[in-house]
């Protein structure tokens, strides 16, 4: 599996901002799907994951009630809509795809990798 993230820009603190993430492989749809983030200086920290079929969702609690992730099968993407944004949210953002069975949160747990999209916020 192939991931490509896009969708990071500069916005302001309240703004929004979506993010996507490509797949290219068949199976995608067999995968949980992640996001991840890493701030200048700081370790990568989980973010979002969605279950296989996007039935089971579950967030950081730094995120929680302003982020949802969410995907398609059929199109092969997973999106993380961002609203309310803090500046503190400013880092390059990564998706990433796991088999574990329950929703994974840590970085080993997951085996694919996207290249990561750069967000700033601005306060």
């Known amino acids: 599996v192939q991931l490509q993230a896009s969708g990071g820009g500069l916005v302001q603190a309240g703004g929004s901002l979506r993010l996507s993430c490509a797949a290219s492989?068949?199976?995608?749809?067999?995968?949980?799907m992640g996001w991840f983030r890493q701030a200048p200086g700081k370790e990568r920290e989980f973010v979002a994951v969605t279950s296989w079929g996007g039935g089971r969702t579950y967030y950081a609690d730094s995120v929680k009630g302003r982020f949802t992730i969410s995907r398609d099968n059929a199109k092969n993407t997973a999106d993380l809509q961002m609203n309310s944004l803090k500046p503190e949210d400013t880092a390059v953002y990564y998706c990433a795809t796991s088999p574990i069975r329950n929703l994974p949160t840590w970085e080993y747990q997951y085996t694919y990798w996207g290249q990561g999209t750069l967000v700033t916020v601005s306060s």
């Open positions: 492989g068949d199976t995608f749809s067999t995968y949980n």
